[in-house]
């Protein structure tokens, strides 16, 4: 163990001499494998933090839920109503015929302006029930949210979303204020919980209202009946089967609008878990594009590194005659050669992985996009660098060793 040691200890000694003779040409060389290491982690952290995104933005509306939007037929080029309508009435039978649904939440939305005297406002406003802000993981922090004594009296009152409530009033806090909506007088009651921004969309640009209040004074002209909804979240309990509720909640509207098999299903429902499942196939096939592409350099690294390592195959031949007559077998001379090779790689990784890691703190902080470099890519990217060293390595490894030491040993 000591010699085989030892013998390593003196290649790697001989290969950073080699290096530090021809510097510039080693730098050079190293580029190659530089950049392709550092395309290579910054693509595998790419995909990663796009996983991490899009997980973080299905999360914030909720993890374990199914959404329903209707989808009236078409006939004529006219949008018929007479199926594909849901209403609150829907609702209630799907929380009392579909096991493991917990709360519903029906959903009217719009995009209001919302003036204070000193600021403006346009933002995405939703008019719900109680039971969203248990859906989606999104209470009230400070105030209170709306209850069902608002819905049933379609009170004026708001729950605004941290940067709604900034943009409006700034560092004050707005519980009890005033505010006006399309010119109608509202009172905030509350404040939303902070859930920051996924893939540059804000989740606290946002307001809540009564549902009743929204289709009162702002959407009502445009549903075809009184108790028509635009979609609905139906919150499932930890641990159901969101495949089966699926299917359930997709009988029961079929029931009720008397969909016969073989019709069109005048509803669309889907869940988390389908978002979750299709943007982790979407970002795996891009983060397999994108080390296929940033692979293309790190070949083209290991093709310069082969080629630099003939080169010096070719310029030391007598060094090598010289080591075998003074008794080096043709596996000390492999050896040496083969180290040499890997301790190029091996620094140009390690300073492509320190690029890539600076470039990913820089992603994560200043575009609001995680680009993970963990302990586990790290090292494997340092392990591939050096097998790249080995593999591109091998061929003039292999040749140094089989020279003849007299046909070496004659060359000037």
Known sequence: MEKWLASWSVNIAIAFTALRTNLMRSILTMLGVLIGVFAVTLAVAVGNGAQVSVMQSINSFGSNMAIIVPEPDNEGGRRSFDRGRLTQRDLRAIEREVPGVIATAPQLRSTLDLVTPGANATTSSVGTTPGYGSITHHPADRGRYITEADVRSAARVLVLGRTTAETLFGEFDPVGESVRVDGVPFQVIGLLEEKGSTFGTDNDDTVVMPISTMRQRFVGDTLPGPDDLQLAFAGFE?????????????????????????????????????????????????????????????????????????????????????????????????????????????????????????????????????????VGVAIGSLIFSAVIGLAFGGYPAVRASRLSPIEALRTE
């Open 238 to 374: 930890e641990g159901a089967s969101l495949v089966q509720g699926k299917i359930d909640i997709t009988n029961v509207l079929k029931d009720r609008y008397r969909v016969r098999d073989g019709e069109i299903n005048p509803f669309r429902v889907r869940t988390t878990q389908e978002f979750m499942e299709e943007s982790q196939f979407i970002t795996g096939i891009l983060q397999a594009v994108l080390v296929a592409i940033a692979s293309i350099s790190l070949l083209v690294g290991g093709i310069g590194i082969m080629n630099i390592m003939l080169v010096s195959v070719t310029e030391r031949t007598r060094e090598i005659g010289l080591r075998m007559a003074l008794g080096a077998k043709r596996s000390d001379i492999r050896n040496q050669f083969l180290v040499e090779a890997a301790v190029l790689c091996v620094l140009g990784g390690a300073v492509g992985l320190a690029l890539a890691w600076l470039a990913g703190t820089a992603l994560t902080a200043y575009a609001d996009f995680p680009v993970p470099i963990g």
